[in-house]
């Protein structure tokens, strides 16, 4: 009994620590890939406006309301303590440094996450990728590759994007809604918000950029039993990217601060 | 037993029949253990050049894992897999993609490229694997196209094709590489008679017209009989029977004789 209970812990250990090395193994051969030419072009600029351009209209109507709702609480809450001027700023702060980069990678996860491990379970259930396999292309190469370049270069623009239409929203609720005098609610912004917070941001999505497109094409490189499995894929893909998003933000906050 | 096509009597794939010579393709003692089960349990198979070797089994037997194996995308746990007398299983990755390039595979699905049209398909390995210009990419993927039947269809995309179409594009870019040797993972299944037997006829003329070395899973019992070299018999990850049709086809094998025979009752019961 109690060497099955030992053997079955072993088992699940085990396991645990090669699908660990597995996911460690993916991620190393898709920094490779990326970094080590030749480099497809083309693929790059398609997977660029799937990524980055498709997710532009979602981005600006998220990104437009949370600022208008980060100025309504705010300005509440700031003018309880008198500080109502403030409110450009904390608006600034709070997107630049962690819901511009944090929101933004949970709808890039949702909108162009989701569809990479659907679109690449797909391939494998289809047998596409044994199929480039066998023509003696690299599947990683081909098919990670590309998307973590373009993950890397639309996420950031993307969070720059959510940051400013972020600060408009909230100066339309704070200065042409609540009446706050624009002057104070830039001024103050502009004086609060330094290069180091803006740096951050980036440094921040860039990180999440690689965790999205390494947990959501792993998910779909590896699915298994036909269309329940893409499904299943899919959804872990999410889930855990957006965990790992969450996670990663707590860590990347702690060691930049 | 007349060696021809059953399905025209214009193409025919012998001579010979004999499958001597220096196998291209050995599998040495290979075991292969998935999801616990054990699915190939010490193969030991030689693939003859320049012939059509079938493999033949039920379904689940391990003939898709055995294929795979031919072509390293599955390694075995224990064993060889001998291409021209070197191990795959020795092969950096590289090296791998490389000898690669000496198989064409044909899978059941087909596995075409779903965002690609048809001439793209077979143009892709063309494009990814050498540096010919647009111009000679062009006429090779229309000699090809040509070839399979499908010279005005470059445009569709694969959505829009039969099974029977999408079978024969598959073969279009098998081939468009000139391979020395093409597997096929049951290039029949799940087709109407009439499209099976023209790509039945259609992979007879490509033999006979490359002497490609042709290595093919099908359950076209008996039919497969008339026009292959060599037959191995596959059953519980084990090769049961290997040989010559005619050798195979009078085997005393129970199982292969209820496999030849198509026969419910017999050593294996399914039900």
């Known amino acids: 009994m109690l060497f099955r209970v030992a053997e079955g812990v072993g088992g699940r250990a085990l396991g645990a620590m090669r699908s660990l090395g597995r996911i460690g193994i993916f991620l190393a051969a898709a920094v490779w890939n990326t970094v080590v030419p030749p480099y497809r072009g083309r693929d790059i600029l398609k997977q660029v406006h799937f990524i980055g351009v498709k997710s532009l209209f979602v981005i600006v109507l998220t990104a437009a309301f949370t600022g208008m709702v980060l100025s309504l609480q705010g300005f509440y809450t700031l003018r309880k303590f008198g500080s109502e001027g403030l ?3 904390a608006v600034a702060l709070s997107l630049v440094r962690e819901l511009g980069p944090v929101l933004t990678a949970l709808m890039v996860t949702g909108r162009a996450g989701s569809a990479l491990a659907a ?6 259930i289809g047998e596409q990728i044994d199929s480039l396999e066998t ?5 990683v190469r081909f098919l990670v590759a590309p998307r973590m370049v373009a993950a890397l270069v639309s996420i950031p623009l993307l969070t720059a994007i959510f940051d400013v239409v972020g600060i408009y929203g909230g100066y339309l609720v704070g200065v042409k809604l609540l009446g706050l005098d624009a002057g104070r609610f830039f001024g103050h912004m502009k004086t609060s918000v330094e290069l180091s917070d803006v740096v951050n941001g980036v440094w921040k999505s860039l990180a999440f950029s690689l965790i999205i497109v390494w947990m959501c094409t792993f998910k779909g490189f590896y699915t298994e039993r036909g269309a329940e499995g893409v499904s299943r894929a899919t959804t872990s893909a999410v889930v855990i990217s957006s965990v790992l998003v969450l996670i990663g933000d707590y860590v990347l906050t702690s060691v930049l601060l | 037993m007349n060696g021809r096509c059953p399905s025209c009597e214009e193409f025919s794939v012998d001579p010979p029949r004999d499958p001597e010579g220096a196998p291209i393709l050995r599998l040495v003692g290979v075991d292969k253990v998935l999801d616990g089960k054990k699915v190939l349990d010490n193969v030991d198979l030689d693939v003859p050049r320049n012939r059509i070797t079938a493999i033949i089994g039920l379904s689940g037997a391990g003939k898709s894992v055995l294929l795979k194996h031919m072509i390293g995308l599955l390694r075995p746990d224990r064993g060889q897999v001998l291409l021209d ?3 795959l299983c020795n092969l950096s990755r590289k090296e791998l993609f490389e000898t690669r390039r000496r198989f064409g595979m044909l899978f059941q699905s087909g596995a075409l490229f779903d965002s690609l049209d048809v001439f793209e398909n077979v143009a892709f390995p063309l494009r990814e694997k050498t540096t010919l210009g647009e111009e000679q990419i062009r006429e090779r993927v229309q000699v090809f196209l040509r070839k399979v039947g499908l010279e005005g269809a470059g445009g569709k995309f694969p959505d829009e094709l039969s099974g ?4 024969r594009v598959a073969l279009a870019r098998a081939m468009v590489m000139d391979p020395e040797i093409i597997l096929f993972d049951e290039p029949t299944t799940g087709l109407d008679p009439i499209i099976r037997n023209s790509v039945l006829c259609l992979i007879c003329r490509t ?3 490359h002497k490609f070395t042709m290595v093919m899973i099908s359950h076209d019992i008996p039919d497969i009989f008339h026009w292959c070299h060599h037959v191995v018999v596959v059953h519980d990850g084990k090769v049961i029977e290997a040989g010559m049709p005619e050798a195979v086809k009078s085997s005393v094998n129970p199982i292969v004789r209820q496999l030849v025979e198509g ?8 039900m």
């Open chain 1, 119 to 124: 679109e690449i379970g797909i391939m494998r």
């Open chain 2, 263 to 270: 026969d419910i009752r017999g050593p294996v019961h399914l």
């Open chain 1, 135 to 139: 023509m003696g292309i690299d599947p």
């Open chain 2, 85 to 87: 007398g070197v191990d």
């Open chain 2, 207 to 209: 033999f006979r017209e």
């Open chain 1, 87 to 89: 409110l450009g700023a």
């Open chain 2, 164 to 167: 029977g179409m999408v079978r």
